[in-house]
């Protein structure tokens, strides 16, 4: 876990890609700060921006505005030694693994530590080491075409950490792995974390990677940062309309269409309230429908529900609509007294 020093640090960065010949925004006036030892997810659409802003971490491309700051050195582009230096303190892992084909699990790993100038005998003995690490010790002869998906990009993070970086960046590293694979690299990610103090930033557009090992999260979209804070609060409270649908999709938490078209703004005397409640830790273990049914007079529909484990804490969601449309005040406070989030969804006229 984080130990409170930074990291990283993105400072009012911003990109501007020429399009047809006309300027186009890539990522305007990110700011960003990621803790030595944490686990950074930012999360967007197709096009966001998210491998634009990875790029910008390690100076593969270089910001058209803005500074970034590696664990306390401020980059610049015509640093190219301290750039080089730097950079060997930041590993980096992709979608398709990169694996030279042609080579060895084993040379593979070793190419950083061969580029390093080290020892045949160093070389060795680091590789070995990474291969336990990673759990492919059997597989050192093989090639790539030889493994499964997971191996390789198991063979991709050992070649990434072989120089021992301080920074893991993964560009959607499991999106191109079957959901049990995905979850096998996801742990691995986290041991790694853990045994090496290792800050990761990693870039995804699966709410599950979020939810399974990160400790802070941002939302990208249309090249800004719309939205950032702690995981849990975040699936508890979107507040930006592309973060409510990421949870949304996630949690399964769609209304069906005809019942989202007949939802009214306001309330009248026959009308139903339709209420969102999101609620975490203790309160999601109460049998809270009984006590609001009891406690309001009211029966309830429940619509839709959902709850999950994100990390440590257990997180709740639950759409329902109040039968009794004098109780909608009552239940509210009843609810919010008890730590439970709610919002008004809208208003349903039961006859159709
Ligand atoms: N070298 C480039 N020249 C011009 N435009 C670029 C360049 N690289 C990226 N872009 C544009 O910047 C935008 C963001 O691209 P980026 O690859 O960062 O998105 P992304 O969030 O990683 O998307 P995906 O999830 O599909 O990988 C896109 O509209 C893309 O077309
Ligand atoms: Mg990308």
């Given at each position: 876990?984080?130990n409170?020093?930074?990291?990283?640090?993105?400072?009012?960065?911003?990109?501007?890609?020429?399009q047809?010949?006309?300027?186009?925004?890539?990522?305007?006036?990110?700011?960003?700060?990621?803790?030595?030892?944490e686990?950074?997810?930012?999360?967007?659409?197709?096009?966001?921006?998210?491998?634009?802003?990875?790029?910008?971490v390690?100076?593969?491309?270089?910001?058209?505005a803005?500074?970034?700051?590696?664990?306390?050195?401020?980059?610049?582009?015509?640093?190219?030694?301290?750039?080089?230096?730097?950079?060997?303190?930041?590993?980096?892992?992709?979608?398709?693994?990169?694996?030279?084909?042609?080579?060895?699990?084993?040379?593979?790993?070793?190419?950083?530590?061969?580029?390093?100038?080290?020892?045949c005998?160093?070389?060795?003995t680091r590789?070995?080491?990474?291969?336990a690490?990673?759990?492919?010790?059997?597989k050192?002869?093989?090639?790539?075409?030889?493994?499964?998906?997971?191996?390789?990009?198991?063979?991709?993070?050992?070649?990434?950490?072989?120089?021992?970086?301080?920074?893991?960046?993964?560009d959607?590293?499991?999106?191109?792995?079957?959901?049990?694979?995905?979850?096998?690299?996801l742990?691995?990610?986290?041991?790694?974390?853990?045994?090496?103090?290792?800050?990761?930033?990693?870039?995804?557009h699966?709410?599950?990677?979020?939810?399974?090992?990160c400790?802070?999260?941002?939302?990208?979209?249309?090249?800004?940062?719309?939205?950032?804070?702690?995981?849990?609060?975040?699936?508890?409270?979107?507040q930006?309309?592309?973060?409510?649908?990421?949870?949304?999709?996630?949690?399964?938490?769609?209304?069906?269409?005809d019942?989202?078209?007949r939802?009214?703004?306001?309330?009248?005397?026959?009308?139903?309230?339709?209420?969102?409640?999101?609620?975490?830790?203790?309160?999601?273990?109460?049998?809270?429908?009984?006590?609001?049914?009891?406690?309001?007079?009211?029966?309830?529909?429940?619509?839709?529900?959902?709850m999950?484990?994100?990390?440590?804490?257990i997180?709740?969601?639950?759409?329902?609509?109040?039968?009794n449309?004098?109780?909608?005040?009552?239940?509210?406070?009843?609810?919010?007294?008890?730590?439970?989030?709610?919002?008004?969804?809208g208003?349903?006229?039961?006859?159709?």
């Open positions: 876990m984080s409170g020093a930074l990291m990283i640090s993105l400072q009012g960065i911003s990109k501007t890609y020429l047809h010949k006309k300027a186009f925004h890539a990522l305007q006036g990110i700011d960003l700060s990621v803790q030595a030892g686990i950074f997810g930012i999360i967007g659409l197709s096009g966001a921006g998210k491998s634009t802003l990875l790029r910008m390690n100076l593969l491309e270089h910001p058209s803005g500074k970034v700051t590696i664990d306390g050195q401020l980059l610049h582009a015509d640093q190219g030694g301290l750039l080089r230096g730097v950079r060997q303190q930041i590993g980096m892992i992709f979608q398709h693994f990169n694996l030279l084909h042609s080579q060895t699990v084993f040379d593979n790993i070793a190419l950083p530590l061969k580029f390093a100038g080290w020892s005998s160093r070389i060795k590789v070995e080491e990474l291969l690490l990673i759990g492919l010790t059997e050192r002869n093989a090639y790539p075409s030889q493994l499964s998906g997971g191996q390789k990009q198991r063979v991709a993070i050992a070649r990434a950490l072989a120089l021992h970086p301080k920074i893991l960046l993964c959607e590293a499991t999106s191109a792995l079957d959901p049990h694979t995905t979850h096998n690299i742990q691995l990610l986290q041991e790694i974390n853990q045994k090496l103090n290792l800050t990761i930033l990693l870039i995804t699966e709410m599950d990677v979020i939810k399974t090992i400790h802070r999260v941002a939302v990208l979209d249309h090249g800004h940062i719309v939205e950032q804070g702690n995981v849990v609060e975040l699936f508890i409270h979107p930006h309309h592309v973060t409510q649908r990421f949870v949304e999709n996630y949690m399964g938490l769609q209304l069906p269409e019942l989202k078209q939802i009214l703004q306001t309330r009248s005397e026959k009308t139903l309230p339709l209420l969102k409640l999101a609620f975490r830790g203790e309160s999601a273990l109460r049998p809270l429908i009984a006590e609001l049914m009891a406690h309001c007079g009211t029966g309830v529909n429940i619509l839709l529900a959902n999950q484990a994100i990390q440590q804490e997180v709740g969601v639950t759409i329902l609509m109040l039968q449309p004098e109780a909608e005040q009552n239940a509210i406070e009843f609810l919010r007294s008890l730590g439970v989030r709610v919002e008004v969804l208003y349903v006229n039961p006859v159709h």
